[in-house]
């Protein structure tokens, strides 16, 4: 008798990282990131600091997320706009700002990449810790965890996080919000692509996220099927 096996190539994919933060910063979100994998049966995904060459470039198909940490010049975020609109995603970390500069970089920064004139992002008030008090569980991003088994994330206290706000009519969709009623992720629909910004950072100074159980299914939940791929 003989056994036949066909072997499916791995697709070769990429996770661009755009962050000033050191690559062994242990409170920086890069550190953190570089040892949570997001290789399934289907695909190999490499980890990538890139050029500005090559975020004007990048397709959805072999980069289906961007994952960004910091403030970026106006031509990056006007690249990150036309991938996100070809269909590509984008995750934005708002990590605590050093100063009032760093704050106002980001908040123009993301102001365009929404869309959003008059978006003001202000430190919540100081308290010992925060909690994801409301989470939408049919949301694609929480869906793996609508399983009353998996669903407590109450056990993840965030330290700090930022506040978002508009005068604009739902100027976002909030899929996941704090006890303090601040939103604790956004999301926004641009073109054919999707952007998301978490208002807390995942590294231990700011919360307990990339040390929990529930980070690596939220990232590959983030990263999602890319455009061709049937497989998560």
Not at 46 to 75: F, G, N, W, Y
Request: proline fraction near 5%; include cysteine; glycine fraction near 4%.
């Amino acid at each position: 008798n003989n056994l036949f096996l066909s072997e499916t190539k791995r697709k070769q994919q990429q996770l661009f990282y755009l962050g000033d933060d050191a690559e062994n910063d242990k409170e920086g979100a890069y550190f953190y990131l570089k040892q949570a994998s997001l290789d399934t049966r289907t695909r190999e995904v490499a980890l990538i600091r890139p050029e500005a060459a090559a975020i004007a470039t990048a397709t959805p198909k072999t980069c289906p997320l961007m994952i960004v940490s910091s403030s970026q010049d106006e031509q990056t975020r006007n690249d990150l706009r036309r991938y996100v609109e070809r269909g590509g995603r984008a995750l934005v970390l708002l990590n605590q700002a050093k100063d009032s500069t760093e704050l106002a970089s980001m908040q123009k920064f993301v102001s365009g990449l929404l869309d959003v004139a008059d978006l003001e992002i202000t430190e919540a008030d100081e308290r010992d810790y925060a909690m994801l008090a409301k989470i939408d569980f049919q949301h694609p991003i929480f869906q793996a965890f609508a399983d009353p088994r998996y669903s407590d994330f109450t056990k993840i206290r965030y330290w700090s996080h930022r506040v978002l706000s508009s005068s604009q009519q739902e100027p976002w969709t909030t899929p996941a919000v704090f006890d303090d009623d601040a939103p604790a992720i956004v999301e926004k629909r641009i073109g054919e692509g999707t952007i998301w910004v978490l208002t807390s950072g995942w590294q231990p100074n700011e919360s307990q996220l990339a040390l929990s159980t529930k980070f690596i299914p939220l990232l590959h939940a983030f990263y999602g099927r890319s455009p061709g791929n049937s497989a998560n």
